[in-house]
């Protein structure tokens, strides 16, 4: 089951200490909407609050208004508390001369850490899961990196950003969203 594996992941990088808040990145794709919805089952058997966070990019028009008011339905039914910011990231993209990807990471972390501040958050959790991390190792193989730059997206960064989904597969997660009907 999804749900243990997830469990296990996160006892096993001591991920999330009991009395914690977490506020969970959700762009409404698969991962994040499995990764809201796990963490949701698992809260009062972790000890924490969660907090939903979603940054309009405002790259793909009426989609992504689309997108963001489905973050904000998804957490209301969780009886979640959801922040919804839409930022002008193409512009900002621009002004610091950043490749699309680079700049919409940046802006995206600022806006979460922002999120934990007000929020008073603990953790941030992002829904990387077992194919992204292949995906980048891949990535910096092709790009020359030696073997430090080999090491993939770590489960816990920095002390405070996690992934729970880091050894899930996105089969996995697409089994668990049809499971579930998400």
């Known amino acids: 089951m999804l749900t243990d594996k997830i469990r296990n992941t996160i006892k096993k990088y001591s991920m999330i200490a009991s009395g914690g808040k977490v506020v969970i990145a959700v762009s409404g794709g698969p991962d994040s909407v499995t990764l809201v919805h796990i963490l949701w089952k698992l809260q009062d058997e972790l000890g924490v609050t969660l907090h939903v966070a979603h940054l309009d990019h405002r790259f793909r028009g009426e989609e992504s208004a689309a997108d963001a008011e489905f973050v904000r339905s998804l957490a209301e039914n969780l009886h979640l ?3 919804i910011e839409s930022w002008d990231v193409a512009t900002q993209i621009k002004q610091n001369r950043w490749s699309i990807q680079e700049g919409a990471r ?3 972390y600022q806006f979460l850490e922002q999120v934990a501040q007000k929020a008073k958050a603990t953790k941030i959790a992002t829904g990387h899961n077992a194919n992204d991390q292949a995906e980048t190792i891949l990535m910096r193989l092709i790009r020359g990196s030696g073997t430090e730059g ?3 997206i770590p489960p816990v960064r920095n002390g405070w950003i996690i992934r729970p989904l880091i050894e899930t597969t996105r089969s996995e997660i697409e089994e668990y969203l049809q499971n579930n009907s998400l």
């Open 106 to 108: 940046v802006l995206r």
């Open 81 to 83: 508390p959801v922040t």
């Open 150 to 152: 080999l090491s993939g």
